[in-house]
């Protein structure tokens, strides 16, 4: 089992930046590739980054590709999201991910565990 708590969201003007921290549970963090996606109102859940346990490799949507970079911290527990030139189209729930084992999936069915989500609001 696997918990995982995001913190960091919150607003912040067009052309700003935010890091949004992923905290887990467990003491097998590093078997984990974690992800990053985020949901907007009326929009599907979608896929933003992911790393692999050892931090070695990782993966980003285009719309992010950068501006985004993802990273973890094995001895913390930690995955962290690093937004930079934030757009208003960024605006969105933001979520952690986690999944047992190497590969860099980008789909939501791939990830069994999931945070609460924290609000990223980017303003004009």
């Known amino acids: 089992q696997v918990q995982l708590v995001e913190t960091g969201g919150g607003l912040v003007q067009a052309g700003g930046s935010l890091r949004l921290s992923c905290a887990a549970s467990?003491?097998?963090?590093?078997?984990?590739?974690m992800g990053w996606f985020r949901q907007a109102p009326g929009k599907e859940r979608e896929f933003v980054a992911a790393i692999a346990g050892s931090g070695d490799r990782t993966r980003y949507a285009d719309s992010v590709k950068g501006r985004f970079t993802i990273s973890r911290d094995n001895a913390k527990n930690t995955v962290y999201l690093q937004m930079n030139s934030l757009k208003q189209e960024d605006t969105a729930a933001y979520y952690c991910?986690?999944?047992?084992?190497?590969?860099?999936?980008?789909?939501?069915?791939?990830?069994?565990?999931w945070g609460q989500g924290t609000q990223v609001t980017v303003s004009s």
């Open positions: 991910a986690a999944r047992w084992g190497s590969m860099l999936y980008t789909r939501t069915n791939d990830y069994g565990y």
């Open positions: 467990g003491r097998t963090f590093s078997s984990y590739v």
